[in-house]
C-alpha cells in the first residue's frame, strides 16, 4: 500500500517550488520509512498554511486527509520551505510581532485571544451585542445599517451586502435561506478558516443577524472538504449555541427563529462559485446556473437565498454592535471598513493582516510581508486568487481598493495576495491559469471550457518558441473571447493573470531568437 500524496498546484505553492517541496515531503516521508508517490491534483489548496496535504491509499482512495503535522516534516520547517508555524504565530500572541500589533481588528479582534468553543469568552469580548441589538430592531432597520455601514461582499464580487439582503426582504416567500460561503478556493486565501477556526460564534452571529433582517429562518454554512478542523469546530459551536438559546426558535428569547447546519463540500473550485454551490447543497453536481435569476429571488430549493461570504457575514456583528458610522469611518472611496488581507506565496513574513482599505500594495508586501522569503527582488504579486491579476513593482502604488485594483485591470478578490520573486517564469504562469481553468471548468460554456485547453496548447506552443507572434495573437483574441463569452467568472477571469503575465512581463514570452542565443 504506497501512500499517495496529493500536491495542491495553486499559485501559493508554485511560489514556493511546489516541485522541490513536494520530492522534500518526499525524502522526508521515505526517511520515517513511508513509502510515498507524489501526485500533484492541479487545483487548489494552500499549501503554505500547514503542508495541506492529502494522504490517499491507491486500495481504499483517501484515507487520511488534513493537514500533515509540522512534526511529520520538521525539516522543511527548518529549511524555512514551509511555514505552518504562522497559523500559530497568527492566532498567538500578536503584541509580540510588532506588525500584526499595529493591525486594526474589527472582524478578528477575538481570535486568538478567546478560547474559540466557550460562548462565555465570546460574550466578555464583546460577543452577541450586535444579535442583542438587531433583535430589537425591524428587519428593514437592521438592512438599513448593514447598507449604510458600506459593507461589501468579501467573497470577491464585492457587491453591496446591505442591498443583497434587501432583495431578499422584499422577495415574499413561504422559506427563505441564508448560505454562508466558506469554500473558500482561492490561492493564497486563509481567512475564513481563521474565522471558523478562531472565532466561529462571531460567524454563526453574523448569519442569525442575516436571518432575522431578511425572513430566513435556516441557515447552511458550505466549508470546503479540505478544512476539516473548521467543520468540526463550526459543528462543535452551532451545537454550544443551540443549546444556548442562541439559535433555535426563539433566538436570544426573541420572537425569532433561526437555526443552521454545517454541510462539507466536496473539493472543486466551481463549488465556491454561488449557483454552484447551491447545486452541490441540493445534492447535484455543482455546475453553474445562468443568471438571472439572482440566488436573491431563486436561491436555495428555489427560494430567495442570501449568499455571503464567511467574511462577510463575520463582520455584521460589529456593524451592529458599533454601528454603521463607526464601521464607515475605516476605508476610502467605496471600499469601506477593514479587509482581512492574506500574504502568501514567497514572502518572509506570511500571515493574515486585518487593516482599514487604503494600504498601498507596496506597503503590504515590503512592509507588512517583509519581500521576499528567498531575500531576492519580487518580481510579481497575485492579488484575487487564480482568477486575479499578476502585478509588478511599477504598480506597487495602487491602494487596497476595489475600484482602482480594477482601475488597473486587477482584482482584489478575496484579499489573498501570493508574491513571487524574480525566478518565477511568468509564461509558466499564465500556462498555469489556463491548466486551472480546464481541469475546474464546470464545462457547461464553450469559451472556458474548449478555451482553456487550448490555452494551454497555445501557450505550449509558444514556450517551444513556434510561431511566437502568432501565438501572442491567438492567446490575446482567445482571452478576449474568454473574458466576454463565459457564463462565470471562472472562464471569465482568467484571462486576468494570462494577460496581466504577458501584458507586464512580455520578455517572459518572447524567448530568445535561436540565432540571437547562438551569437
Ligand atoms: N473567495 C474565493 O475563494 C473566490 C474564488 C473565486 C472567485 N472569487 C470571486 O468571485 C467573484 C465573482 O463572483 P460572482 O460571479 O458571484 O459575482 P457577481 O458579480 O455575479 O455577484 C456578486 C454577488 O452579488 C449578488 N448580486 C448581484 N446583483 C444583485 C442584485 N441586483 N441584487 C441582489 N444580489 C445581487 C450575486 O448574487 C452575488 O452574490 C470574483 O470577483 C472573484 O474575486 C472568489
Ligand atoms: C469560480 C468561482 C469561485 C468562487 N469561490 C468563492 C469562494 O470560495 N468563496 C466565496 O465567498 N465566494 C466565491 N465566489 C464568489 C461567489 O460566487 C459569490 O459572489 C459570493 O459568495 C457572494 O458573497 P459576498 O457577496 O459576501 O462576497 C466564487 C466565484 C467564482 C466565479
Ligand atoms: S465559465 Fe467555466 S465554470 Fe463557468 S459556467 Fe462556463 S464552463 Fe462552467
Redesign the pocket.
Known amino acids: 500500500m504506497i501512500p499517495r500524496i496529493y500536491i495542491p498546484g495553486d499559485s501559493g505553492a508554485l511560489a514556493l517550488g511546489a516541485e522541490k517541496v513536494a520530492k522534500a515531503i518526499e525524502k522526508e516521508l521515505a526517511d520515517r520509512g513511508i513509502e510515498a508517490k507524489i501526485v500533484r491534483n492541479g487545483s487548489r489548496g494552500a499549501y503554505f498554511l500547514e503542508p495541506m496535504v492529502e494522504v490517499a491509499t491507491a486500495d481504499k482512495g483517501r484515507v487520511a486527509y488534513g493537514p500533515v503535522k509540522p512534526s511529520d516534516v520538521k525539516g522543511l520547517f527548518d529549511s524555512g520551505f514551509l511555514t505552518g508555524g504562522h497559523h500559530k504565530r497568527w492566532l498567538g500572541a500578536p503584541d509580540k510581532i510588532p506588525f500584526l500589533a499595529k493591525q486594526t481588528r474589527l472582524t478578528f479582534a477575538r481570535c486568538g485571544v478567546i478560547n474559540p468553543l466557550s460562548l462565555d469568552h465570546y460574550k466578555a469580548h464583546g460577543g452577541l451585542k450586535g444579535l442583542q441589538n438587531a433583535v430589537a430592531l425591524t428587519p428593514a432597520d437592521i438592512v438599513k445599517q448593514v447598507t449604510e455601514s458600506g459593507l461589501?461582499?468579501?467573497?470577491?464580487?464585492?457587491?453591496p451586502?446591505g442591498i443583497?439582503w434587501k432583495t431578499v426582504l422584499d422577495t415574499t416567500a413561504d422559506r427563505k435561506y441564508i448560505v454562508c460561503?466558506?469554500?473558500?478556493?482561492?490561492s493564497g486565501t486563509f481567512a475564513?478558516r481563521m474565522i471558523m477556526e478562531g472565532d466561529p460564534f462571531v460567524l454563526i452571529e453574523g448569519m442569525t443577524i442575516a436571518g432575522i433582517a431578511t425572513g430566513a429562518t435556516k441557515g447552511f454554512i458550505y466549508i470546503?472538504s479540505e478544512y476539516p478542523h473548521a467543520v468540526a469546530t463550526m459543528q462543535k459551536a452551532v451545537e454550544a449555541a443551540r443549546k444556548a438559546g442562541v439559535l433555535g426558535v426563539n433566538v436570544l428569547g426573541s420572537p425569532n427563529a433561526f437555526d443552521m447546519e454545517v454541510r462539507v463540500g466536496a473539493g472543486a473550485?466551481?463549488c465556491?462559485?454561488?449557483t454552484s454551490?447551491l447545486d452541490s447543497l441540493e445534492g447535484k453536481r455543482g455546475q453553474v446556473r445562468a443568471k438571472p435569476p439572482l440566488p436573491a429571488h431563486k436561491g436555495l430549493f428555489g427560494k430567495p437565498t442570501v449568499?455571503?461570504?464567511?467574511i462577510?457575514?463575520a463582520s455584521v456583528p460589529v456593524i451592529m454592535d458599533k454601528g454603521a458610522a463607526f464601521y464607515k469611518d475605516f476605508g476610502m472611496g467605496r471600499s469601506r471598513g477593514t479587509i482581512p488581507i492574506q500574504i502568501a506565496g514567497n514572502v518572509k513574513y506570511p500571515g493574515l493582516y486585518e487593516a482599514a482599505f487604503g494600504m498601498t500594495l507596496g506597503e503590504i508586501v515590503d512592509e507588512i510581508g517583509g519581500g521576499t522569503a528567498t531575500g531576492r527582488p519580487v518580481k510579481a504579486v497575485q492579488v484575487g486568487g487564480p482568477?486575479g491579476a499578476y502585478f509588478p513593482r511599477t504598480l506597487f502604488d495602487t491602494p487596497f481598493d476595489y475600484e482602482a485594483f480594477a482601475a488597473k485591470d486587477g482584482l482584489i478578490g478575496?484579499a489573498g495576495i501570493v508574491v513571487f520573486d524574480d525566478s518565477a517564469d511568468m509564461l509558466k504562469q499564465a500556462r498555469f491559469a489556463m491548466e486551472f481553468c480546464s481541469i475546474?471548468s464546470c464545462g457547461k460554456c464553450t469559451p472556458c471550457r474548449i478555451g482553456s485547453t487550448r490555452g494551454v496548447e497555445v501557450l505550449d506552443r509558444l514556450a517551444q518558441n513556434i510561431e511566437p507572434e502568432k501565438q501572442i495573437a491567438l492567446v490575446t483574441d482567445l482571452c478576449n473571447t474568454m473574458k466576454f463569452g463565459s457564463l462565470?467568472?471562472?472562464g471569465g477571469?482568467t484571462p486576468y493573470p494570462v494577460m496581466s503575465a504577458l501584458n507586464h512581463f512580455p520578455d517572459d514570452f518572447r524567448p530568445t531568437p535561436v540565432a540571437e542565443a547562438a551569437e
Not at 152 to 159: H, I, L
Not at 181 to 186: K, S
Request: charged content about 30%; proline content about 0%; hydrophobic content about 30%.
Open positions: 461589501r461582499g468579501r467573497g470577491g464580487a464585492g457587491f451586502t443583497k460561503n466558506a469554500d473558500e478556493g482561492d475564513d470546503r473550485y466551481v465556491g462559485e454561488e454551490l449568499i455571503n461570504n464567511v462577510s457575514l482568477l478575496h475546474e462565470c467568472a471562472l477571469f
